[in-house]
């Protein structure tokens, strides 16, 4: 099993990493980020063997990233959206090592290294990493930190320590290529759509290729970090709920496909323990300190847990994925 320095040679005499870094992209209107987020991981040292960017039917965005330097630009020719695209990824990749980053998305230095290293040693099948929130204009006051899955990142409650995780978040995470050809590819039914804030294709992948390759062991390395902006728009009320309901509908897809045990095993702790604690903090916050901000998280949680059951609910009973809108 290669280890974290077998190295491959790079341009300029170089080295890099037996990692493609795959980027999926559907829209101009992240032009900015995309680049930004491609220019974080031509910054790392050592880097990837390859970046390939994958833009989801969108023929602007896909001429205008035949400029971007340094990177291998290939078209989503599967169902059109976030699992759609990372398929056409995975099938483009050449390295040993195929690792994901979103659009809007920054790698700190060293990202790659530390994501990379327990699939190169040997030691994991599967990495995800932290993802921190970047609130432009600053974090709403009634936001609660436990439902930050909301917007991609990690979120209290999350494991912080490197440990075994079930799933890791899609926006940071990489596998061993091979792990494809065991488990197949994502699920092309699950996964956000443009602005349809579906999701948990990663979870559903990772409890299949758990099912099929017993002894799979996936972490969470807690130094690879990468920073996700976020837009105004998915900090109001309105998104949070519709986000919400929208992981009930997806986690039902998924108890459907792979069983309701392995759906729910890391659920069930989160809402026993995780938000209990988050409303109780709030509340406390709001008498102690007299911060009105902690009862509205509070209440926020309750929001979020009810939107997320009824979610479930609905999903369970219509035993598909019904169509859902929502904004970017």
């Known amino acids: 099993m290669p280890g974290l320095l077998d190295v491959t040679a790079g341009r300029e005499g170089e080295h890099s990493l037996d990692v493609t870094v795959v980027i999926c992209s559907y829209t101009m209107r992240r032009w900015a980020d995309l680049t930004a987020a491609v220019e974080s991981v031509r910054g790392q040292q050592p880097g990837p063997a390859e970046i390939l960017v994958v833009v989801d039917h969108d023929a602007e965005?896909?001429?205008?990233?035949?400029?971007?330097?340094?990177?291998?630009?290939?078209?989503?020719?599967?169902?059109?959206?976030?699992?759609?695209?990372?398929?056409?990824?995975?099938?483009?990749?050449?390295?040993?090592?195929?690792?994901?980053?979103?659009?809007?998305?920054?790698?700190?230095?060293?990202?790659?290294?530390?994501?990379?290293?327990?699939?190169?040693?040997?030691?994991?099948?599967?990495?995800?990493?932290?993802?921190?929130?970047?609130?432009?204009?600053?974090?709403p006051g009634w936001f609660p930190r436990e439902f930050d899955w909301v917007i991609g990142c990690t979120y209290r409650g999350h494991p912080e320590d490197r440990v075994a995780i079930r799933n890791p978040i899609g926006c940071n995470m990489a596998f061993r290529a091979s792990a494809f050809a065991v488990a197949g590819p994502f699920r092309e039914d699950l996964g956000r759509l443009g602005a349809r804030?579906?999701?948990?294709?990663?979870?559903?992948?990772?409890?299949?290729?758990?099912?099929?390759?017993?002894?799979?062991?996936?972490?969470?390395?807690?130094?690879?970090?990468?920073?996700?902006?976020?837009?105004?728009?998915?900090?109001?009320?309105?998104?949070?709920?519709?986000?919400?309901?929208a992981e009930g509908l997806s986690k039902a897809a998924v108890a459907t496909s792979v069983g309701r045990q392995a759906a729910l095993s890391a659920?069930?702790?989160?809402?026993?323990?995780?938000?209990?604690?988050?409303?109780?903090?709030?509340?406390?916050?709001?008498?102690?300190?007299?911060?009105?901000?902690?009862?509205?998280?509070?209440?926020?949680?309750?929001?979020?847990?009810?939107?997320?059951?009824?979610?479930?609910?609905?999903?369970?009973?219509?035993?598909?994925?019904?169509?859902?809108?929502?904004?970017?």
């Open 61 to 139: 965005l896909l001429s205008r990233a035949r400029d971007l330097a340094g990177v291998r630009v290939v078209t989503n020719d599967r169902t059109r959206g976030l699992s759609g695209a990372r398929n056409a990824g995975i099938a483009a990749a050449r390295g040993s090592v195929i690792a994901f980053l979103d659009d809007d998305a920054v790698a700190a230095p060293g990202w790659l290294a530390a994501l990379c290293a327990p699939i190169l040693r040997g030691d994991a099948d599967g990495v995800g990493g932290r993802v921190d929130a970047d609130f432009p204009t600053g974090r």
């Open 267 to 328: 659920e069930r702790s989160y809402v026993r323990r995780t938000l209990p604690v988050g409303v109780w903090r709030g509340l406390r916050e709001a008498v102690r300190d007299r911060r009105p901000e902690g009862a509205a998280r509070s209440a926020a949680i309750v929001l979020g847990l009810a939107a997320t059951t009824l979610g479930f609910l609905r999903g369970r009973l219509a035993r598909t994925v019904p169509p859902i809108g929502g904004v970017g």
């Open 197 to 245: 804030p579906l999701g948990c294709e990663e979870t559903e992948l990772c409890i299949r290729l758990a099912q099929r390759l017993p002894g799979v062991r996936i972490v969470h390395e807690p130094r690879a970090l990468v920073r996700q902006r976020i837009p105004q728009a998915r900090e109001r009320v309105g998104y949070f709920v519709s986000r919400c309901y």
